[in-house]
């Protein structure tokens, strides 16, 4: 299912992806940001690939690969954004943009439809949002889209700033 706003077009990840998000994973904003300083090996890139693809064929929502229109009508890959499984309870937003995209409000942008997505289409009633301590701009942009700090939290042996966005904060109804 793709997703578009006035500046950009997202679709999910597809298997094709693996040199493009093999460059977004090199990104030195995106290695200082969020891989603790240590660039993916391709290896390790086309392991994200593959759970991404399974996350969309297991539970029927992931990331979606970002593209900016520019004014020539052609379409340049900014990055990534979208869901993924967290834990038994809840599911994640998150957004990965190359440095050259950063402070544009393209996150922003690209997460608004997504959280719509996920509240219109998927049986939850909250979406959470873990991002590193120093990772200034994206807790500006999370509480931005309408998320709430909720403390500070430990996920796979690292420690994040949890974040969470209610459905009851949204315009939209229950799933129940």
Known sequence: MNLE??????RPV???????LYRLHCDPLVVELIMQGKPLS??????????YLD??????????MLYQRQANG??????????RHYDEHDIEIGCCLFGFSSGKKIALE???????????????????????????????????LGFS???MTEHRGVTFRFYEMKRSDTS????H
């Open 172 to 175: 939209l109804p229950s799933p």
């Open 42 to 51: 391709r290896e390790q890139s086309d392991a994200r690939l593959a759970l």
């Open 55 to 64: 996350e969309w064929r297991r539970y029927g929502y992931g990331f979606w």
């Open 74 to 83: 052609d379409l340049t890959f900014v990055g990534r954004a979208g869901l």
């Open 149 to 151: 700090y909720r403390g």
């Open 110 to 144: 690209a997460l608004r439809p997504i959280v719509a997505y996920a509240f219109e289409r998927l049986p939850i009633d909250r979406l959470v949002s873990v991002i590193r301590p120093e990772n200034i701009r994206s807790q500006k942009m999370t509480t931005a």
């Open 5 to 10: 706003t006035e500046r950009l077009f997202m």
């Open 14 to 20: 597809s298997a094709r992806d693996g040199d493009a």
